[in-house]
């Protein structure tokens, strides 16, 4: 299975900066990789799929980027509703696997 | 607009059994993949299994094989999850997804608990 490791576990920011996450694979997945956004209490909402390509309605702040095994997803211009648990996932093969979540704080 | 909706969680005992639902609107169901995806109290998310569109294959995570079993039917515009012989680590909010080729989860459910207890 492919293992995929995000850092940071956490990070605290405040409102219009810029934060990264990172997402790394333990093989390469060329760019089949996604981000999704998690809020308390509620179903993930996809992102970013294709390691770039911004999912319908998702606003323009948000930004990803990478290929093989190395991917990061860019937040800039932090915004309140920003604050959530952010997500990577692997599809390049079966089992599709998860990252550990990276919990986003706004200050 | 595209809905998915959960729905036959509940409190079950170890070894007990459980079929949860989806019914979706607002899309051909019948053009997609559709996927479980389960998340256990403050974890992660794990992608349990899938069906492909006609319900030719089938795809479990190694961890549930041989237990749950998943299934739909088009012409009622919903999806299944069987889950036999339940073990407290089975445990989770469980979500239905469409999926947006080859692996995205572009639409959610709002969510079944499961919950495996004594």
């Known amino acids: 299975d492919i293992q995929l490791t995000q850092s940071p576990s956490s990070v605290s920011a405040s409102v219009g900066d810029r934060v990264t996450i990172t997402c790394r694979t333990s093989?390469?997945?060329?760019?089949?990789l996604a981000w999704y956004q998690q809020k308390p209490e509620s179903a993930p909402k996809l992102l970013i799929y294709?390691?770039?390509t911004l999912q319908s309605g998702v606003p323009s702040r948000f930004s990803g980027s990478g290929s093989g095994t190395n991917f990061t997803l860019t937040i800039t211009n932090l915004q309140p509703e920003d604050s959530a648990t952010y997500y990577c996932?692997?599809?390049?093969?079966?089992?599709?696997?998860f990252g550990q979540g990276t919990r986003l704080d706004i200050k | 607009e595209v809905k998915l909706v959960e729905s036959g969680g509940g409190l079950v005992q170890p070894g007990g059994s459980l079929r949860l639902s989806c019914e979706v609107s607002?899309?051909?169901?019948?053009?997609?993949?559709m996927a479980w995806v389960r998340q256990g109290p403050g974890k992660g998310l794990e992608w349990v299994a899938s069906?492909?569109?006609?319900?030719?294959?089938?795809f479990y995570v190694d961890s549930v094989k041989g237990r749950f079993t998943v299934s739909r039917d088009n012409s009622k515009n919903s999806l299944y999850l069987q889950i036999n012989s339940l073990r407290a680590e089975d445990t989770a909010v469980y979500y239905c997804?469409?999926?947006?080729?080859?692996?995205?989860?572009?639409?959610w459910g709002q969510g079944a608990q499961v919950t495996v207890s004594s």
């Open positions: 997804a469409r999926v947006l080729a080859p692996t995205w989860l572009d639409s």
């Open positions: 607002g899309f051909n169901f019948d053009y997609f993949v």
């Open positions: 069906i492909k569109k006609d319900g030719s294959q089938r």
């Open positions: 093989q390469g997945v060329t760019s089949w």
């Open positions: 294709d390691a770039s």
């Open positions: 996932q692997q599809g390049s093969s079966f089992p599709v696997t």
